[in-house]
């Protein structure tokens, strides 16, 4: 048996001598790869195409809204913040369950999250921070159209001091709503790993459900029964955030009002589903990465 010896080549790659950022780089960089991605960026045309065509169409709305008050010169908007955005809530969950695959499932499906696990990172984190990501991109397509509304209003010479805490509760329901729609439809892509079926799925909790509950709140407000209609509230994000809005003064629009300790139960629910939702998105990241 001869003996064998290694020759260790040259070929001329250059070595880095430079800092060693750490893990809060790694998910700083994650994260905001992963806000852009939710809107096409960095990503093919075509994937550019859908999330921006919804953004559109829910902001164009808001710019026609704007247009009216300023030439009519109305004394208040027409339209409330919190009840704009249930106005255009299919299109925000379009958005969202369409996007949450984007994100979630492909690591997933791909196994490409081995690779991102391979660098100091764990899959805790790694869940946590594409949530952040979906959660984030979702805020921002709900704050843009309200944004409009809200400076639009103030150039068109709405009271300041009349229009700003109107907006801030709308702005602090925006984010509670998108972290729940992020965590519940991460979760469902976390599980679905095919798009269309992710999508579907998505669709059908989040835009079903939420149809099936406003039939039954518009059934007991018409039967007078209020704590059933409350209580089916609890089922849909959609009518926790429109009940919410009500109860919190923010010009929201409900089939049902939240009446004695209902809105801290609302609040509560909305804070305990999120946390569920990434709790098991956590999970199933965790699962498949100690595969």
């Known amino acids: 048996m001869s003996d064998r010896s290694g020759v260790i080549h040259d070929i001329g790659y250059r070595g880095y001598d430079g800092p060693r950022e750490g893990t809060r780089s790694l998910v700083l960089s994650l994260y905001v790869t992963g806000l852009r991605h939710a809107f096409g960026l960095g990503r093919s045309g075509r994937s550019k195409v859908l999330p921006f065509l919804l953004l559109g169409l829910g902001t164009l709305p808001a710019v026609i809204v ?21 106005q255009i809530q299919m299109l925000v969950t379009l ?60 150039l068109a010479g709405l009271d300041f001091g009349d229009e700003t805490p109107i907006f801030l509760r709308s702005l ?26 992710a999508v579907v799925a998505s669709i059908v ?10 039939i039954i709140q518009e059934i007991c407000s018409y039967e007078d029964i209020s704590t059933v209609g409350e209580l089916a509230g609890l089922f849909s994000p959609w009518t926790l955030h429109n009940g919410l ?47």
């Open 205 to 214: 909790v989040l835009i079903v459900v939420a149809g099936v509950v406003r």
């Open 95 to 154: 958005f969202a369950a369409a996007q949450a695959p984007v994100l979630v499932s492909r690591d997933l499906r791909h196994r490409s999250i081995v690779l991102y696990l391979a660098r100091p990172l764990s899959p805790a984190l790694f869940a946590v921070t594409r949530w952040a990501s979906l959660a984030s991109a979702i805020l921002l397509f709900t704050v843009l159209p309200t944004l409009v509304l809200y400076v639009g209003g103030l």
């Open 66 to 86: 704007v247009g009216v008050v300023t030439f009519i010169n109305f004394g208040s908007l027409p339209v409330s913040y919190a009840a704009y955005l249930s």
């Open 245 to 291: 809005a009500v109860a919190w003064d923010a010009g929201g629009r409900a089939v049902v009002e939240l009446h004695d300790a209902w809105p801290v139960v609302y609040l509560a629910t909305a804070l305990v589903v999120w946390a569920a939702c990434v709790a098991l998105l956590v999970r199933r990241f965790v699962k498949v990465g100690s595969r």
């Open 172 to 197: 602090a329901l925006q984010v509670v709503l998108a972290a729940v729609l992020a965590g519940i439809t991460g979760l469902i892509s976390a599980w679905a790993l095919r798009r269309g079926f």
